[in-house]
């Protein structure tokens, strides 16, 4: 196997799921896969544990936004492990594409979860706010001028917290995720968008450089990168 230049970010690469008019059916089978692929490598349970899981309160329920939700494997994952927990809490998932918002409405209910079709921005000017704010695998997909603009709506909308999580590029990354998934996941975009996301995304050094003041960076294994807000809550008067 021949590695791309992983040195830098290919800020060019584009994955064929965002196309608005890629093949639907693989769409939705990618869609489907994200449990699965998500379970794996994107870290969410140890995350919880240690970013969301003390934020929780047993007296009142807490209120997250999960902001580009996709099909929505991540808020009923949540909500799944808050509830086993003895937590209660309501979970807005927004995508504003509306093949994403379709899938995830498509699937059973969850009790606690409400999907939306909306953008950041938008519950940002309905004056809306939230305990929790976070992201799954969506800082890589945004430029520079989207990037700085969810994280200010971010700091707009959270309460408490405020928990991105994305890939960390590296070569390893790239060669175990393309040996891996390479059996798998046929006829979805899984595999090939996977190793575009790779390719997208940042170092722990570029991810920290490009973020303003009040951000910070966390490396979690194996490839893992968090960026996390906690709003400065002012002291009893």
């Known amino acids: 196997m021949i590695l791309p230049d992983l040195t830098r970010q290919d800020r060019d690469a584009v994955e064929r799921m965002d196309a608005p008019h890629c093949d639907l059916t693989a769409l939705e089978r990618t869609y489907a896969h994200f449990?699965?692929?998500?379970?794996?490598v994107a870290g969410w349970r140890p995350a919880y544990r240690r970013h969301l899981?003390?934020?929780l309160r047993r007296d009142r329920v807490t209120t997250v936004l999960d902001i580009g939700s996709?099909?929505?494997?991540?808020?009923?994952?949540l909500a799944r492990w808050a509830g086993r927990d003895g937590y209660r809490v309501q979970i807005t998932a927004v995508d504003p594409d509306p093949r994403a918002h379709g899938w995830a409405t498509a699937q059973p209910r969850v009790e606690g979860i409400t999907f939306r079709r909306a953008f950041?921005?938008?519950?940002?000017?309905?004056?809306?706010?939230?305990?929790?704010v976070l992201s799954n695998h969506l800082l890589h997909h945004l430029n520079d001028a989207g990037r700085q603009a969810l994280l200010a709506d971010?700091?707009?909308?959270?309460r408490l917290k405020v928990v991105h999580s994305d890939i960390a590029r590296s070569r390893w990354a790239?060669?175990?995720?393309?040996?891996?998934?390479?059996?798998?996941?046929?006829?979805?975009?899984?595999r090939e968008d996977g190793l575009t996301?790779?390719?997208?995304?940042?170092?722990?050094?570029?991810?920290?450089?490009?973020?303003?003041?009040?951000?910070?960076?966390?490396?979690?294994?194996?490839?893992?990168?968090?960026?996390?807000?906690?709003?400065?809550r002012a002291g009893p008067e």
């Open 70 to 77: 996709g099909g929505g494997d991540l808020p009923r994952a």
């Open 35 to 40: 449990r699965t692929v998500n379970a794996v």
């Open 53 to 55: 899981r003390p934020v």
């Open 154 to 158: 971010s700091e707009r909308l959270a």
């Open 197 to 232: 996301s790779i390719r997208r995304s940042y170092t722990a050094e570029e991810l920290a450089a490009a973020v303003p003041s009040g951000w910070r960076v966390e490396r979690r294994r194996p490839w893992r990168l968090l960026l996390i807000h906690e709003p400065v």
């Open 120 to 132: 950041s921005h938008d519950l940002v000017a309905e004056g809306r706010t939230f305990d929790i």
């Open 174 to 190: 790239y060669f175990l995720f393309a040996v891996g998934t390479r059996p798998f996941f046929r006829g979805s975009f899984i």
